[in-house]
């Protein structure tokens, strides 16, 4: 599986945007981005996902390099329960048909300051 | 709407004890799973169901076991409880496949001690 690096743990003002970038190198050209956050104590909740285009959903937006290589979650707006763990993970539908599982690295820990 | 639903929350286990975590969904999704999560770090995987009746191995599967008799339910049993076992576990589902417009659900998680 292609594996991605993000920063250990970043910090925010409240009400300001947020950058969080993940890297990808070794990004195949069927895997897609997925992007998962997980509050405290509770389960993960999946964010947003792309392939090769910008995405935008209700939480947030994803841009994607136009080499893949890497990817920011952008937060548009953040807020004191955007504080939480956020996991880039990367999936590929094809060779994983059959055999789906998401694999989790340790994620950034965000910080929201008021 | 309950999506993925875990009990129990909490529980303390002594050495050598046995337990089932139970979880279900009421999505319909083919595709279940299981992580657990240490202090700190990323969720591993323990196993997972592609459908009723077929189980395979995550990442870390010694000392679990699993069923799938059901699309709604899949519990996981602990035979013989370690303090290694200690951690969170979170169920999750997902309707799998070649689709990629779908996120898993998880559910809100197990939290288990072992004395």
């Known amino acids: 599986d292609a594996k991605t690096t993000q920063p250990n743990s970043m910090e925010s003002n409240e009400e300001e945007p947020v950058h969080l970038p993940c890297n990808h190198s070794?990004?195949?050209?069927?895997?897609?981005i997925h992007w998962y956050r997980q509050l405290p104590s509770q389960g993960p909740e999946y964010v947003i996902h792309?392939?090769?285009s910008n995405v935008n959903n209700r939480m947030a937006s994803l841009a994607i390099a136009e080499d893949r290589k890497s990817s920011t979650l952008i937060l548009h707006r953040a807020t004191l329960r955007d504080a939480a763990v956020y996991y880039c993970?990367?999936?590929?539908?094809?060779?994983?048909?059959?055999?789906?599982?998401?694999?989790f690295g340790t994620g950034t820990r965000l910080t929201i300051i008021p | 709407n309950a999506g993925v639903t875990q009990t129990p929350k909490f529980r303390i286990l002594k050495i050598g004890q046995s337990m089932t975590l139970q979880c279900t969904q009421d999505?319909?999704?083919?595709?279940m799973y299981w992580y657990r999560q240490d202090p700190g770090m990323g969720l591993k995987l323990i196993y997972y169901?592609?459908?009723?009746?077929?189980?395979d191995k995550g990442e870390v599967p010694n000392g679990y076991n699993v069923s799938r008799s059901t699309t709604e339910d899949f519990p996981l049993r602990l035979e013989l409880a370690a303090p290694s076992q200690t951690s969170v576990y979170f169920c999750?589902?997902?309707?799998?496949?070649?689709?990629?417009?779908?996120?898993?659900?998880f559910g809100s998680g197990t939290r288990l001690t072992v004395v």
């Open positions: 999505m319909n999704h083919n595709y």
């Open positions: 169901s592609v459908g009723a009746g077929i189980t």
């Open positions: 792309g392939l090769t």
């Open positions: 070794t990004i195949s050209g069927t895997d897609y």
């Open positions: 999750a589902s997902s309707n799998g496949g070649r689709q990629t417009n779908y996120g898993y659900t």
């Open positions: 993970i990367l999936r590929d539908p094809i060779s994983n048909f059959g055999n789906e599982k998401l694999t």
